[in-house]
Structures are given as C-alpha cells and as structure tokens.
C-alpha cells in the first residue's frame, strides 16, 4: 500500500513569511498526526485529528499554526507569521482507527522548514 | 512529557546481536512498550510492541521484565541499515492514544 505522502519535501522562507504543509494519509486510515522535530530531538505532537475533529491540539502553538482536515483525508498545517525557531522537519503520520486496541503509526519523510 | 529512559547513544559490531535497553518504571498496567525507529533524514518506523508477553517479529525481539519496568529490544544480527535513532515509547491501549518520543538512543552499527 502507498505510505503517508507529504509535500514539498524542502522549504526556506523568511521570517514572518507563511508557509503551508501538505499531508495525504494512508487510505482509510481515520487518524492523522502533525508533530514537529526540532534538530537533536525527538518528534513532538502538534495536532492530532480523528477523521476531521480535532482530538488534540494542547501543544499546538494557535497564534501562529493552523492546521485542518477537510472531507477526513488530506490535511494542512499552516504557519503565519513564521518565526526562526520554527525551523524544524514537520511529520505527518496516520493510524486506523480501532477500537479497544492500539494501532501503529505510519510516518511520512517529513517537510523540512529552514527560516531564516 | 516522555515516560522512558535510554541511553544516549550505543555503538554495535556489524553482524552481532544489538540489545537496547529502556527503563519506564511508572509504567501502568493499561500501557503497552512501543520501539520506533527513525534512519537519518526519514520519519519514523514502527519496530515492535508489547504489553507483558516477549514478543518477535521479522525486525527484532521485545523483551519485558516481570514487574513491565523495563524492556530491552534485540536486533538478532545487526546490519549497517540499523543506524538509526531508537525510540522507546509507552503509550496506553485505548485507540489512537498519541505517540509521545523521548530523545531516544542513537545506535550505530560498526563496520
């Protein structure tokens, strides 16, 4: 089955540019996350959305990211304005949703955002 | 915030056995034990779970201690491929509870 696509691959702008992310899950996977990985560090979760519905966005700084899931596929994480310490890869990963069980994350290659 | 501890890195002869440990002592008993991987410049792989039972598959081994306060990952035969970033996850078994990554161990397998 094809993986999770993300696109582009590479992105530079400069600070207080916007940018947008684009996200295409697995096929029929009901659940899609946005985490964010800064250089040297684990991956952290910015938004975690079930079919279209938000189930977690704790994390997800709202003055600046936006990030949504029409029709519950594709999804698009947006920054605006962005600022330099949002340099980071950004994954997109998307699971089945299952019930009373625990299904496994598929990850896509990651964007890479470099603002300078 | 992560619930696991690893050690920062490891270094692996190519062809021997990799074992990496990881302590997650506040474990509870509704959290299964997660490895993921992350090769260089890719996201993440899923490697291997387990809630209590030692678990194999085509990747690696899951060890659990009894009390579930560890866990040690074994890569029978290590190749160059297994460069790679190791995370050790617990998450609980309720559908789709996220993934939350520590630092991980970087374990690089020696030629």
């Known amino acids: 089955e094809a993986g999770v696509a993300q ?5 530079i702008i400069e600070k207080r540019q916007s940018v947008a992310f684009w996200c295409n899950p697995i096929s029929g996977h009901a659940t899609l996350y946005w985490y964010q990985q800064i250089l040297g560090q684990g991956p952290k979760l910015l938004i975690q959305f079930q079919n279209n519905g938000v189930v977690d966005d704790s994390q997800l700084p709202k003055d600046r990211f936006s990030a949504e899931r029409l029709k519950g596929v594709d999804s ?6 962005a600022k ?6 950004y994954l997109c990963a998307s699971s089945r949703a299952m019930q009373g069980a625990v299904a ?5 290659q990651g964007t890479r955002l470099t603002v300078v | 915030d992560a619930k696991t501890t690893q050690p920062p890195s ?4 190519e062809g021997r056995a990799a074992n990496l440990p ?9 959290e299964y034990v997660y490895w993921y991987r992350q090769i260089h410049s890719q996201g993440p792989q899923y490697i291997i779970h387990g809630l209590k039972n030692n678990e194999t598959n085509e990747m690696a081994s899951l060890i659990i201690t009894e009390d579930r306060k560890s866990s040690t990952l074994i ?17 609980a078994n309720f559908g789709n509870e996220k993934l939350t990554f520590g630092t991980g161990t970087r374990l690089t397998i020696i030629p």
């Open chain 1, 84 to 89: 330099l310490e949002d340099s980071a890869v």
């Open chain 2, 10 to 13: 490891m270094d692996c002869a």
């Open chain 2, 75 to 91: 890569l029978p035969h290590a190749t160059l491929r297994d460069t790679a970033v190791y995370y050790c996850i617990v998450r």
């Open chain 1, 7 to 11: 696109s582009p691959r590479y992105k």
């Open chain 2, 22 to 30: 990881c302590n997650h002592s506040t474990i509870s008993g509704n």
């Open chain 1, 76 to 81: 698009t994480l947006k920054i605006q304005p």
């Open chain 1, 104 to 108: 496994e994350a598929f990850f896509g």
